[in-house]
DNA sequence: CTGAAAGCGCTTACAG
DNA sequence: CTGAAAGCGCTTACAG
């Protein structure tokens, strides 16, 4: 029975009497190369099969795919789709499709599997989406010949494309706002030491020493809510006045725990966030933060891997909310 | 220059002296049909050749992917996580890897692009998490030989593969618990009319007529924040004492926009939430939610869609926070 | 245990 | 404007 199987050209040459180079012709849009007759009737046969092309067999021919592959990992913040919006966008003007593979929260085993599938489906280009690459992956990546751009975070180094936030000047922002408003005992919480937590250390860092002040130790955390909940009683040993953390789940632990405490926040301790996501607006009081622009940085990073002008350092903006006061 | 190529398995071949069958089989690992010495050899030249295999190339002649297909669209409230877990878990289980197709937020074009997408690339199955498909996606789908299944979505019929929260039972239950707390002036609040929508709708007008209490008019949103502060002046028109939120972030919405009115929640308004993810614990006061067990559909709705048995519909559980008072 | 051959569903020079 | 043919990189009966 023809009626199981999933019809191919050459069904549709045999039912029209035209050769499959013609009835590939007409379904690949070679326009000029066939006549409008041609076209009609190939047409008509291809809808009365149910006809559907093999995405497959076309990218194994062209060996390509016009498609990009986005590994993202499970951040305990959700920016993700605002970059992932970016990219969307930008790729498919570019005429491109976009798989998205997913990598655990900083599952090593699994980012390495996502990026060895990307690389056995000759797609257009990877994207990485804060996702802290080892040794291993890197290799695998330099050996490719596929285009590749880490997105929401700088290896270091100009030889790697990359489109993020400057993660120093950003955290630096962070600290001489909050320095701006009278605090000089400020702290760095729920950070990690890749590539980002450090850049942003060494931006609190510079300001603080800028402002001949002392910095406190970093409180070492995963992004977390739970990170932000756990640290809250050491940043209170710490007998600082303001805090910035190192994401919006990270401000949010800190919050829901420092009120728990019967902490009036900004009374007490000023938090000021980073990110800037819809997780600001929802606490109580709203989180001032610094706010970054992961859908440009999505689109960005789309150009960037196609081969295009792009960015390497999307500006941030300060977002005043309500849990940063002023200290006298 | 060779160097520029990406090596196949006919390089091998010519490297090791075997045919491409052999190298085929080695690198395939159809164990037995080969000696160690040959399979040493092979993969050693396949080594030194940095060889990877195309996929493309593979799925062709196998005429499958082993891959999941997971279309999924940014929903306003960030449950898709879980599901994403839960469904690359079971996957991987079951030898599946996954690729996510985004289909925008409820932006039907994208939609229907997406399911192309997956139907063109054979694979093994297709997910639709939280999307409401319109006819014409209906209609492809079922033309196709390819199993597919809803994921936290119920289309009414069995006919259709689906797996998801019994949403008329999780209204019931939401207002059946504020029922017994004393409310019984209860409103439904930021909610569509689509599948979703329509089945809490009956379970909370099920459970208000079977206590003998009148509905209030049910308040349309889209399940977003901003749906959720938009509504609350509606809902203190209505002169409730006790709302449920179509999701999580409609409650944080409607618990913001109160708090700015300068209510305190819950004595003056009680607000059940629906959904359960980490929202509700970063709101003051945490939010007492219906909880969905979004892993758990996620793996079920793999099974479903690999023709294993599976549950059709995943209970939920009240969580209690501090968003609900006991009405005297 | 191994190889020659056919074939998966397409595209694209080449020739007419 | 159209068709015959080669080929994309693999897998798998078939024969030995």
Redesign the pocket.
């Known amino acids: 029975m023809e009626v199981v199987?999933?019809?191919?050209?050459?069904d549709i040459?045999a039912k029209s009497?035209?050769?499959?180079?013609?009835?590939?012709?007409?379904?690949?849009n070679?326009t000029?190369?066939?006549?409008?007759?041609?076209?009609i009737k190939i047409l008509k046969v291809a809808k009365e099969l149910g006809?559907?092309?093999?995405s497959?067999?076309?990218d194994?021919?062209?060996?390509r795919s016009d498609v990009i592959a986005l590994i993202i990992n499970a951040t305990p913040t959700n920016f993700s789709t605002q970059i992932i919006d970016g990219i969307q966008q930008r790729a498919s003007e570019l005429g491109q499709g976009v798989i998205i593979l997913y990598a655990g929260n900083r599952d090593n085993g699994l980012q390495h599997k996502a990026i060895i599938t990307a690389l056995e489906r000759s797609v257009t280009g990877i994207l990485l989406a804060a996702i802290e690459p080892d040794e291993q992956d890197l290799a695998l990546l330099k050996a490719s010949r596929i285009p590749y751009c880490f997105v929401s975070l700088y290896l270091g180094t100009r030889d790697i494309l990359a489109v993020s936030s400057d993660n120093r000047d950003l955290a630096y922002q962070a600290t001489q706002y909050l320095i701006d408003r009278g605090h000089t005992r400020i702290s760095l919480v729920g950070i990690d030491g890749y590539h980002t937590g450090s850049q942003r250390q060494a931006g609190y860092r510079d300001a603080m020493a800028a402002n001949q002040l002392t910095a406190a130790d970093i409180l070492s955390g995963d992004y977390s809510y739970e990170s932000g909940v756990k640290l809250l009683q050491q940043v209170h040993d710490q007998g600082v006045t303001a805090v910035i953390a190192a994401s919006d789940m990270v401000a949010a632990g800190l919050l829901t725990a420092a009120q728990q405490q019967g902490l009036t926040i900004p009374r007490d301790l000023s938090i000021m966030s980073i990110d800037g996501t819809i997780i600001c607006q929802i606490t109580t009081p709203a989180l001032t933060s610094v706010t970054q622009d992961f859908y440009r940085i999505g689109s960005q990073s789309v150009n960037k891997v196609m081969g295009q002008p792009a960015e390497d350092f999307i500006p941030v903006v300060i977002t005043e909310r309500a849990s940063v006061a002023v200290q006298k």
């Not at 199987?5 to 050459?10: A, C, D, L, R």
């Not at 000029?32 to 076209?39: A, D, I, M, P």
């Not at 194994?60 to 060996?63: D, E, G, I, R, Y």
């Open positions: 199987m999933k019809p191919t050209i050459k040459a009497g035209f050769s499959i180079a013609t009835v590939s012709r007409v379904l690949g070679k000029g190369s066939y006549s409008e007759k041609t076209q006809y559907r092309k093999n497959v067999a076309v194994l021919v062209k060996k």
